[in-house]
């Protein structure tokens, strides 16, 4: 058996598919935890927390045994990245199709490499990181020959994500991935109801980070940048007030329990 075989029999094995369902799991909780931090400051304004995934891992950090629990989410995200290298790999020919899937990759194995990190001790990746490494990167990059456009051609490439993010979700393209013949009539609604909100609400805030890091790259600010946290708070200031912040909150709250029907129903 060739090494490639093998790879492909080690990607679709049993421990495999439970690694990565336990990371769909980690997602969820790392999702419903932003939601719930960014709740609280649109109702109570609380500035203690910060709604980010450095809030979310303090809050995690707090439980008892918080260490072993931030360990645990790191390594099934950790698992969560290398199925989407597997998807790049050994289940897609198209080219664009791969670039996808290695692009999942590269962003659930940095968030996994923050988690353990934070884990380790090192805070940096804490509360209200986000934020401050968002303003960094995009000073930097603002620093290069060409660095205006760069940011903005991130900033462009971000909402186009975002838009297929929502559009995905409103068209419920997400059945096509799940056992839906496994669910029963009421499980299968909720199921809808969770992935089309959610998917909608976190299509939203990617949106308004590619907004922010566009009008970051033309007033060539990187202050104007926005993390998680500070993109969240953005939306209280606009007409529709807090208001638009907790429905917001509330459905990624909502995307993160959809990351726990897809580690019960996803198709691996």
Do not use: N
């Given at each position: 058996?060739?090494i490639d075989a093998t790879a492909r029999r080690v990607a679709d094995g049993r421990a495999a598919r439970g690694a990565t ?248």
């Amino acid at each position: 058996m060739g090494i490639d075989a093998t790879a492909r029999r080690v990607a679709d094995g049993r421990a495999a598919r439970g690694a990565t369902r336990a990371g769909f799991v980690a997602r969820g909780i790392v999702y419903l935890l932003i939601g719930v931090l960014a709740l609280r400051i649109s109702f109570a304004g609380d500035e203690r927390r910060q709604a980010d995934r450095g809030g979310a891992l303090a809050e995690v950090a707090h439980q008892p045994f918080g260490t072993l629990l931030l360990v645990a989410l790191g390594l099934a995200l950790g698992a969560l990245a290398l199925w989407c290298l597997s998807r790049a790999v050994f289940r897609h020919d198209e080219v664009r199709e791969r670039l996808l899937w290695a692009g999942r990759f590269v962003f659930y194995g940095v968030v996994s490499y923050s988690v353990l990190a934070y884990a380790a001790g090192d805070r940096g990746s804490g509360s209200g990181a986000s934020d401050q490494q968002s303003d960094d990167l995009t000073a930097t990059v603002l620093g290069w020959p060409a660095g205006q456009w760069i940011v903005a051609a991130v900033g462009l490439g971000t909402i186009g994500a975002a838009g297929w993010i929502a559009v995905q979700a409103i068209r419920r393209a997400y059945r096509k991935d799940l056992r839906t013949s496994e669910m029963s009539p009421v499980v299968e609604r909720c199921v809808d109801v969770l992935g089309t909100v959610g998917g909608t609400a976190r299509g939203c805030v990617f949106a308004a980070v590619g907004v922010f890091l566009v009008v970051a790259a033309v007033r060539h600010s990187p202050g104007d940048a926005k993390g998680m946290d500070d993109t969240l708070r953005s939306f209280s200031h606009t007409p529709a007030g807090p208001g638009l912040l907790a429905a917001v909150a509330a459905g990624l709250a909502v995307f993160g329990m959809f990351s726990w029907a897809e580690a019960r129903w996803r198709r691996l």
